[in-house]
């Protein structure tokens, strides 16, 4: 659990009403953090800046990063997200949450190749050994899976902290305190079946019934490895000097930088197999 205490709630945004920050919020609370939640998909208002506010969470949604006309609100957000990392306040992205941030920094998203749905694994990169964030994670934790777009350029002052075979970009910071996840940790197995229903079209050519029934199994695992770093992020934005650290710099001459900047930790071609079995395995078509 978090040692020190929150003088400042946590500011939470929701961007879908399927959305909802879930577990992860149960596990802020647990942890000693106030939230403050707004959804801009029910027309709440977002705030114009972070003042009052210990840290930033963005959860996901079903629009683009830039789709400004579906999402009037998304602008608001971004210029939340860039206010966080210029003022180095703890922040969080999740899944669109995560694009956003990276577009807020002057990174890119586009659609990705071979869309991810389901429990599957990330495997950390050399840089998460050392991030004040996720250091303590296992080496390839679970993770719930659920986008088509990706990041595909990472802002230039950004360290990539974990990837999969289909997607480069899983995990990263932003500068010192702010961090995105592609994948999903705040999900149940409610919250994943209302997706599934919702996206019946797009999941026409997959075995639904076992993404969801191998997604219900994996939460367990999800949650176990993923509360410890809520926990941690409350810390951190209660006491944000214990993520001391160097702070990350723009390439010369560049705004951006390449995705890939460092290996897996362990043998890569162990790590690729099993993260490969388990994508063939969650995208394997339904059998009529």
């Known amino acids: 659990m978090a040692t020190d205490r929150l003088t400042a709630p946590l500011l939470v945004l929701e961007n879908d009403v399927s959305g909802p920050v879930a577990e992860l919020g149960r596990w802020l609370r647990e942890a000693g953090a106030e939230l403050d939640i707004r959804s801009g998909a029910l027309g709440e208002a977002i705030p114009a800046d972070l003042d009052g506010y210990s840290g930033l969470i963005v959860m996901g949604g079903a629009m683009g990063a830039q789709d400004d006309d579906r999402a009037p609100w998304l602008p608001d957000v971004r210029a939340l997200l860039s206010q966080a990392v210029r003022a180095e306040l703890p922040t969080l992205g999740v899944c669109l949450g995560a694009q956003l941030l990276a577009v807020a ?78 994948f999903h940790i705040e999900t149940t197995p409610e919250i994943v079946a209302a997706w599934a229903s919702e996206d019946a079209e797009a999941l026409a050519d997959y075995d639904v019934d076992r993404i969801l029934a191998r997604s219900a199994a994996a939460h367990a695992d999800i949650a176990e490895v993923w509360r410890p770093v809520a926990e941690t992020l409350v810390g951190i934005a209660a006491n944000p000097a214990t993520a001391a650290g160097p702070r990350t710099l723009p390439m010369a001459g560049s705004r951006t930088a390449p995705t890939s900047t460092a290996g897996p930790i362990t043998d890569p071609a162990a790590i690729r197999a099993a993260l490969a079995a388990e994508l063939q395995a969650a995208r394997e078509p339904h059998r009529h």
């Open 105 to 182: 920094t002057e990174g890119r998203v586009d659609r990705a190749e071979l869309p991810e749905y389901g429990a599957q694994l990330v495997a950390k990169r050399q840089a998460a050994a050392t991030d004040p964030l996720l250091r303590e994670l296992p080496i390839t934790p679970d993770v719930l899976q659920w986008h088509v777009d990706e990041v595909s350029q990472l802002p230039g002052n950004a360290v990539l902290l974990a990837s999969s075979p289909g997607t480069e970009v899983q995990a990263f910071r932003v500068g010192r305190l702010a961090w995105g996840f592609q």
